[in-house]
């Protein structure tokens, strides 16, 4: 089976910069994807890591220790937009998303 | 990017009766859709995969008699929650994959409320 664990909230102010963590178990894991959702909207994709290491994509970066099991999404420069739901999701083989519980962001003036 | 669009966005029905959700890939074609069903404020629970021109494929404790899924084409996949109760009241998205193992693109969501 597969889980992934995330926090439930974290709070942040404007121009901060804040990582949300997610642990997982998964068997025929393939890579870790982060996912943005606004309150009533779909989820946008934001990053994806199939290797270890450090995936940069403008303001948001993506981090994978797959002998860890772990991964984290970095927000730098918050803006207000950035309140919202973050999560991860592991990738199986057939292109299937198994999401974590997802982690509310609130970012403060 | 690749387009996926659910009709409709927003339905309210009384509890037994049927309801059917489309979910089309409008410029690209997907042998395989994903269902989801999501509570608010928590995650989204993979339901189902869809797979054109077969069954589909059931997560552990969805009831296939209960959401009963059709991909007849190329483009389309449908979910029918069958005899809804206030229970199934819920967001329902779907998605499809892109050409790459990463890509997964959204359907805009459909929010259903059983009465």
């Known amino acids: 089976g597969q889980s992934l664990e995330q926090p439930s909230e974290v709070t942040a102010v404007e121009g901060a910069i804040v990582q949300i963590n997610c642990t997982y178990q998964?068997?025929?894991?393939?890579?870790l994807s982060w996912y943005q959702q606004h309150d009533g909207g779909a989820p946008t994709f934001l990053s994806y890591?199939?290797?270890?290491g450090l995936e940069e994509t403008g303001r948001f970066s993506s981090f994978l220790s797959r002998s860890d099991s772990y991964g984290y999404l970095l927000l730098q420069e918050l803006q207000m937009k950035d309140s919202a739901s973050y999560f991860c999701?592991?990738?199986?083989?057939?292109?299937?998303?198994?999401f974590g519980q997802g982690t509310t962001l609130q970012v403060k003036p | 990017g690749a387009v996926v669009s659910q009709h409709p966005s927003r339905v309210i029905c009384k509890s037994g009766t049927s309801v059917k959700i489309e979910c089309r890939s409008l410029?690209?074609?997907?042998?395989?859709m994903f269902w989801y069903r999501q509570f608010p404020k928590k995650s989204l629970m993979l339901m189902a995969t869809?797979?054109?021109?077969?069954?589909?494929?059931?997560e552990q404790g969805v009831e296939k008699d209960k959401f009963l899924i059709n991909h007849a084409s190329l483009t389309l996949s449908t979910l029918t929650v069958t005899s809804a109760h206030p229970e199934d009241s819920s967001f329902y998205i779907c998605?499809?994959?892109?050409?790459?193992?990463?890509?997964?693109?959204f359907g805009p969501g459909t929010r259903l409320t059983v009465l």
């Open positions: 890591n199939a290797l270890d």
């Open positions: 998964t068997s025929g894991f393939y890579g």
């Open positions: 999701a592991g990738i199986g083989n057939t292109g299937k998303l198994i």
């Open positions: 869809s797979n054109e021109g077969s069954k589909a494929t059931y």
């Open positions: 410029d690209f074609q997907a042998t395989t």
């Open positions: 998605s499809a994959p892109g050409p790459r193992l990463n890509e997964q693109f």
